[in-house]
Nanobody, 123 residues
Framework: QVQVVESGGGLVQAGGSLRLSCTTSGLPFGVYAMGWFRQAPGKEREGVSMISFSGGTIKYADSVKGRFTISRDNAKNTMYLQMNSLKPEDTAMYYC????????????????WGQGTQVNVSA
């Protein structure tokens, strides 16, 4: 059974940092593309950042470029999102997605999704 579990969310002041983690089990992590998405109350889900299975291809939403860094450790079946210079508008539930097809992940159509971790940024 495939499991995708996010962690690391919390409450932080504007300008602060958080590191999110996404750990998977039940799938060959090293051949899966991964991505971070977020959804704020009353808003549509949006893509934040995606990373190919090797880490060689990375995409960021314009709103987080220069502030967020995605990475992965295939030996630990874990993907990370380092979030710096957080803003109140980053407040959302953050989700992790996985798929063997990088373009499905970037399109928000990944096969496997986690339950999310909440990030709250106070002004």
């Amino acid at each position: 059974q495939v499991q995708v579990v996010e962690s690391g969310g919390g409450l932080v002041q504007a300008g602060g940092s958080l590191r999110l983690s996404c750990t998977t089990s039940g799938l060959p992590f090293g051949v899966y593309a991964m991505g971070w998405f977020r959804q704020a109350p009353g808003k549509e889900r949006e893509g934040v950042s995606m990373i190919s299975f090797s880490g060689g291809t990375i995409k960021y939403a314009d709103s987080v470029k220069g502030r967020f860094t995605i990475s992965r450790d295939n030996a630990k079946n874990t993907m990370y999102l380092q979030m710096n210079s957080l803003k109140p508008e980053d407040t959302a539930m953050y989700y992790c997605a996985a798929d063997q097809d990088f373009y499905k992940v970037t399109g928000g159509r990944g096969t496997y999704w986690g339950q999310g971790t909440q990030v709250n940024v106070s002004a």
